[in-house]
């Protein structure tokens, strides 16, 4: 086994803690990985206070992993010592059902193997994830990391960025669309980077008037406060695509409404409560609602080569993981622009 240093939950209630554990030696197909900087996403607080149920102690969160190769199994081919990679959401599935084989492995006919809080394969082991000094994983899931990306402002775009880009590109927004993005934290600001780098004429929809000097730096074109009734209806059947990132509770007909002939409604936020809509909404325009749950591993690699070219990266703070449970509270009250990375190194 090979041991390793972390920081981890060891109930609902208690703040996170220095922890010991140990990783799996490494088999034929698994690559050793030491990691250096680690993103902390809204959904680590929730399965860490078990929010969602099922929460499983003790618990390593993070799923934003950036790291170097130490070690590589015996029948490891695309990677070696030294190399500077990426593991997301996922380090595991069943890898043969049709899903698995359309490289949708994130859709695993028999459920995907979450980096953390998760049963591996072997039904016996709970997967622990990235607030910690190294990892193994299986190379199937990991990913190339191009030395032209920070790697520190890399991490959140194997959550937050993916999660954005794959919607985005299943929809087919291009050059001339006029794109709206609501909510601007940690998954909208990514997703006004990938909407302007497409071409697309973007608006940033929000509650918050704070956020329209943020929005116009980051690129986008537009900005619409949503509590301004009067400006909503005046964009009534305006946009061909909505971004919708927000997880609070809230109604989906209002950003329906703001669709035109054949648009879309991408939702990647995850409200508590079930959402309401008018259906009247949905028919008179053909307008559609697409769920999306991050991406594929040839997908994500696909948004990190993207990104490398474009020089596309999440704005961070970098965070000691000894400030890791201040940083949960900054994020419950929205503190942060747009995502705490935390540093490994000081572990």
Not at 70 to 99: E, L, P, Q, W
Not at 264 to 281: A, Q, Y
Not at 308 to 325: F, L, M, R, T, W
Request: glycine content about 8%; aromatic content about 8%; charged content about 20%.
């Amino acid at each position: 086994m090979i041991p390793a240093k972390a920081y981890a939950a060891v109930d609902a209630r208690t703040p996170l803690q220095p922890f010991s554990f140990s990783r799996r030696d490494l088999r034929a197909d698994d690559v050793q990985i030491r990691i250096q900087y680690c993103g902390v996403c809204h959904s680590d607080i929730h399965q860490v206070r078990d929010e969602w149920g099922g929460s499983m102690y003790p618990m390593v969160p993070g799923h934003e992993i950036i790291g170097e190769v130490v070690n590589t199994g015996a029948n490891v081919t695309r990677f070696k010592a030294g190399d500077k990679v990426g593991v997301g959401v996922m380090v595991d599935s069943c890898c043969t059902c049709k899903n698995c084989n359309r490289d949708h492995e994130q859709y695993c006919e028999e459920g995907m193997t979450g980096t953390y809080n998760a049963m591996e394969r072997d039904g016996v082991t709970v997967a622990q994830g990235g607030y910690s000094s190294q990892i193994v994983v299986k190379e199937r899931f990991v990913l190339h990391l191009s030395h032209k990306l920070d790697p520190a402002a890399a991490a959140p775009l194997l959550c937050a960025g993916i999660t954005t880009y794959s919607p985005l590109r299943f929809a087919g927004v291009r050059a001339g669309q006029r794109v709206a993005v609501v909510g601007l934290g940690g998954l909208g600001h990514m997703g006004v980077k990938f909407a302007v780098s497409f071409g697309a004429e973007v608006t940033v929809i929000s509650t918050s008037p704070s956020k329209e000097a943020d929005a116009k730096r980051l690129g986008a074109h537009h900005f619409l406060l949503s509590t301004d009734k009067d400006a909503m209806k005046k964009h009534a059947s305006h946009f061909d695509v909505i971004l919708d990132t927000v997880s609070a509770n809230h109604n989906y007909t209002e950003f329906l409404d703001l669709l035109d002939i054949e648009g879309k409604l991408l939702i990647v936020g995850l409200p508590s409560k079930e959402p309401s809509l008018s259906p009247f909404s949905l028919i008179t325009k053909r307008r559609s609602i697409i769920g999306s749950m991050i991406g594929g591993i040839k997908e994500t690699q696909e948004m990190l080569d993207y990104c490398a070219e474009k020089n596309i990266v999440s704005d961070i703070e970098v965070i000691p993981v000894q400030y890791i449970n201040e940083a949960y509270e900054r994020m419950i009250r929205s503190d942060v622009k747009y995502r705490f990375v935390i540093d490994l190194a000081t572990l």
